[in-house]
């Protein structure tokens, strides 16, 4: 009886402490000072300071004001082991009318793709530091954390981070096939997207 009642008791305990979560769940995980330098995958904040997070719902509604969109998914790389002469030709899909660049979200980033970052966002938006820009990648990706964080730093007032990514927005809604933006394979940082 006494061994029923404290493996009960352990049982008890073990469900009161799995309810709060364990310490790296996304609740739980704080807001590096910097850009997160870490892996890309995993567990993200749920905040970013001086930025907006926003849902799929929050993302349809700010649709009508245009923001630029920004998809910082990494491109694929051609599998090792494919022959040279196999034809290998990958897509990427997206939330519609979004500017694919990939590995932008990336940290550390040398300054050189820092500032061409920055330089096609300020042309993405025509200068203007007010207009809403959107970044994202794929669920639990630092990399579009990064990229809002960055746009922070720089200035920019309307940044939005949709953490869900391109997953998220797929589940109701239709994706389109993107290329890697031009300016920013011109960088050289979007060139993977080509191999």
Known sequence: MRV???????????LLLGAAGPADSPVN??????LYTGPPRGYT??????AT??????LEKLLPDKPVLIDVVLADHRPAGLPADRPWLPTHRSIPGA??????????LAPEKEEAFLRRVAELTGGDRAKPIVT?????????????KRLVAAGY??????????????????TAVVKPDRAW???????????
């Open 53 to 58: 997070v926003i849902d799929r719902e929050g």
């Open 99 to 108: 500017v694919w660049m990939p590995g932008a979200g990336a940290a550390p």
């Open 45 to 50: 904040p749920a905040t970013l300071k001086g």
């Open 185 to 195: 394979a011109e960088s050289g940082e979007g060139r993977a997207a080509e191999r």
């Open 29 to 34: 995980v704080p807001e590096p000072d910097g």
């Open 157 to 174: 007032s309307r940044v939005h981070w949709f953490p869900l990514g391109v997953e998220g927005w797929q589940d109701d809604h239709d």
């Open 4 to 14: 029923i009642a404290r493996a009960t008791a352990l049982t008890a305990l073990g």
């Open 136 to 148: 994202f990648c794929r669920p639990e990706c630092w990399g579009s954390w990064n990229a809002g």
